[in-house]
Nanobody
Framework: QVQLVESGGGLVQTGGSLRLSCAASGRTFSNYAMGWSRQAPGKEREFVAGISGGGGSTYYADSVKGRFTISRDNAKNTVYLQMNSLKPDDTAVYYC?????????????????WGQGTQVTVSS
């Protein structure tokens, strides 16, 4: 049974930084791409970043490109999302996801398993 547990959310001022972590268990971590999505109140869920199983390929939505960095530590079964230069528009619940394949996916539909989410709030 796949389990994904996010941590690291919180309240930060505009321009600040946060690092989200997601600990995975249940199957061989390095065999699967990982990703992060977010959902703000009243808005559709947005896929923001993905990384391949080996970590060599990444994808970023235009809304976060240049500010967010996704990475993974396969020895620790953990994926990270470093978020810099945060804006109020980044306020959302952030969800970790695991794909069904090794290759990085660019869509929510490419991911099978999801965590419970962690709240990120950016104050102006």
């Amino acid at each position: 049974q796949v389990q994904l547990v996010e941590s690291g959310g919180g309240l930060v001022q505009t321009g600040g930084s946060l690092r989200l972590s997601c600990a995975a268990s249940g199957r061989t971590f390095s065999n699967y791409a990982m990703g992060w999505s977010r959902q703000a109140p009243g808005k559709e869920r947005e896929f923001v970043a993905g990384i391949s199983g080996g970590g060599g390929s990444t994808y970023y939505a235009d809304s976060v490109k240049g500010r967010f960095t996704i990475s993974r530590d396969n020895a620790k079964n953990t994926v990270y999302l470093q978020m810099n230069s945060l804006k109020p528009d980044d306020t959302a619940v952030y969800y970790c996801a695991q794909s069904r394949t090794l290759r990085v996916g660019k869509r929510i539909e490419d991911y099978d398993y999801w965590g419970q989410g962690t709240q990120v709030t950016v104050s102006s």
